[in-house]
């Protein structure tokens, strides 16, 4: 009971993980049709941010969340305005762009911080045993923050107008324009709401993870996984594909702990897999696009 109990506990924590960054991921890709590699130096920006705020300046961990969070969304939205409007209509280009992007915050860090590992401490320290399972309250705090962030996210895109701006504009950005839509400043908006959701990914993890300036990579991989899983720009695809591969990586790591190094390559397969059966992904829809 005790390995069901490990398995789900890594498992939901993992998938709201993975479910926060591919949710920003597809909201950006829905909206304006930019494939975002950088998604995660993002997050990678924040943790940093964070770690600096508290240990550098001596803020209190919570104040340095949201400094931090604030600070990397406006970081988005400046990236966003200089380097990637002017070129978003060229897939091609956006995708080398972003790649760029994300090699020079890895390398900014590098060089203020070091490539030394390094850990921050937990927001709240303790823990409470289940069933002969260790839970830490940290991983509760992760994983309750990040489902209701989630749920705040959903509520905004369906019971809001400018949520129903950023739905209908990925559903058909002709007709969304026709309607009176600012596509081009609604799609820096959603910038701006994609890496504020990188940002607090990366804020409530970084207790639970290891600070190195190559961070952001394993999350990016992982990322562009799910959504493809879950098929291209689909919200609930990211979500279900994220919980997915959450708990493969899970099963892997605790049923078979000396291949845990293969957890990332069995979350893949399992991707490869569904799409030999459903090329489009789990939820995603076959796209047509005019010549």
């Not at 990579?217 to 919200?235: D, T, Y």
Request: glycine share 10%; charged share 10%; aromatic share 12%.
């Amino acid at each position: 009971m005790s390995l069901v109990i490990d398995i789900i506990i890594s498992g939901l924590i993992s998938g709201s993980i993975f479910a926060l960054l591919a949710i920003g991921f597809s909201l950006i890709f829905g909206v304006a049709r930019i494939v975002n590699i950088s998604h995660t130096a993002f997050f990678m920006v924040a943790a940093y941010c964070i770690y600096a705020a508290t240990n550098y300046l001596g803020l209190n961990p919570f104040a340095a969340m949201i400094i931090a969070i604030v600070l990397v969304t406006l970081l988005g939205m400046i990236c966003y305005k200089l380097f990637i409007n002017a070129i978003r209509e060229h897939e091609g280009a956006v995708l080398i762009a972003t790649i760029a992007l994300g090699m020079i915050f890895q390398e900014i860090m590098t060089l203020i911080f070091g490539s030394s590992f390094i850990s921050v401490p937990a927001l709240i320290e303790g823990y409470f045993v289940l069933l002969g399972v260790k839970v830490f309250y940290q991983q509760l705090l992760t994983f309750g923050a990040a489902m209701f962030v989630l749920a705040i996210l959903m509520l905004f895109l369906f019971k809001t107008k400018l949520g129903l701006a950023i739905r209908s504009t990925a559903q058909d950005r002709e007709v969304a324009n026709l309607m009176g839509i600012n596509e081009a400043w609604l799609a820096m908006v959603t910038m701006g709401i994609s890496v504020g959701l990188a940002a607090f990914t990366g804020a409530i993890v970084v207790p639970l993870t290891i600070l190195e300036p190559n961070m952001w990579l394993p999350p990016m991989i992982m990322m562009m996984a799910v959504v493809v899983l879950g098929g291209l720009g689909s919200l609930k695809g990211s979500f279900v594909g994220a919980y997915i591969l959450g708990f493969a990586e899970a099963l892997v790591v605790f049923l078979a702990p000396m291949g845990s190094f293969l957890k990332g390559p069995v979350a893949l397969s399992i991707m490869i897999l569904v799409l030999l059966i459903r090329p489009e992904g789990l939820f995603g829809v076959y796209f047509e696009e005019e010549r």
